[in-house]
């Protein structure tokens, strides 16, 4: 062992004080990261609401569905973000519904009426699901759905748009990943929502909505994945607009911007 006091002894003591930090880190980002990227509220609608739907193999999904009025107009597969379910989101789906757009958002395990703990594979089997509502159940075509994710179901869009499925990509307040939003940098092998490495495998059109005075996720995470993305892209700061209050500031901004990205996709 070094001698007490010398400077390899010294260099042994930062490195294990730095290698017990990392493990307390890993520590707690396996066992407490869902907890912590997952905070479904109280269900906000029932079961026996206008448009309510439940999918799945066991119908243990649910969700809120509106089927396009207009001919030629696009379904928004709508991935809803944290602390809130598919009821909370029925204004903002009001407003594209207004334009003659269909929109489906469904429910994540856990929130909403959907059965089972949420965690980042729930996330993934729920979209998978409402994508085959949608496509095999209600007869919409790929080509006419628009994958939608806010904030953190920017990771479950994200995950549809890299399996191919959809015509479009639109993530609003996004992030690099779940752990990048406290870590800056990826530190840990098991983050959520790895967004920015998909990014790379992802083909079809992107639009990146973000404000630029977002204090939950930071606009760089937004210009991340836009630079990342090799397709066909466009991006929309918002100035001044933060995470929570998107809606009421931008609203008609962000309906115009989706309404414009779709009629330039390729059909």
């Not at 999918?55 to 602390?83: C, D, M, Q």
């Not at 995470?243 to 996709?265: G, K, M, P």
Request: hydrophobic fraction near 40%; charged fraction near 20%.
């Amino acid at each position: 062992m070094f001698k007490k006091g010398s400077c390899q002894y010294r260099v042994y003591r930062v490195l294990r004080l730095l290698a017990v930090g990392y493990g307390t880190l890993m520590l707690f980002a396996c066992t407490m990261a869902d907890r912590m990227i997952f905070m479904p509220p109280p269900a906000s609608y029932s079961l026996t609401d206008e448009g309510v739907v439940q999918f799945g193999v066991a119908k243990e999904f649910s969700g809120i569905y509106r089927p396009a009025s207009e001919a030629g107009a696009p379904t928004l597969l709508w991935a809803h973000g944290n602390a809130e379910d598919a009821g909370s989101v029925g204004e903002v789906a009001s407003l594209f519904s207004r334009q003659g757009f269909g929109v489906m958002v469904y429910d994540y395990p856990g929130y909403g009426h959907s059965k089972g703990k949420p965690n980042e594979q729930g996330a993934y089997r729920s979209a998978d699901a409402a994508y085959d509502f949608l496509t095999k159940e209600q007869g919409v075509p790929p080509e006419m759905i628009v994958l939608v994710g806010q904030s953190v179901g920017g990771g479950s869009a994200s995950y549809l748009a890299e399996e191919g499925k959809g015509a479009g990509l639109v993530l609003i307040s996004p992030f690099k990943s779940a752990f990048r939003v406290i870590t800056k940098v990826k530190v840990l092998p098991w983050d959520r929502f790895d967004n920015l490495k998909r990014m790379g495998k992802i083909e079809m059109p992107l639009l990146v909505i973000h404000g630029d005075a977002d204090e939950v996720i930071p606009h760089e995470h937004g210009i991340a994945l836009y630079e990342k993305h090799s397709g066909p892209k466009e991006m929309l700061g918002l100035k001044g607009v933060g995470h929570n209050d998107l809606w009421a500031l931008a609203n008609q901004a962000v309906v115009e911007a989706i309404e414009e990205f779709w009629s330039r996709i390729e059909r």
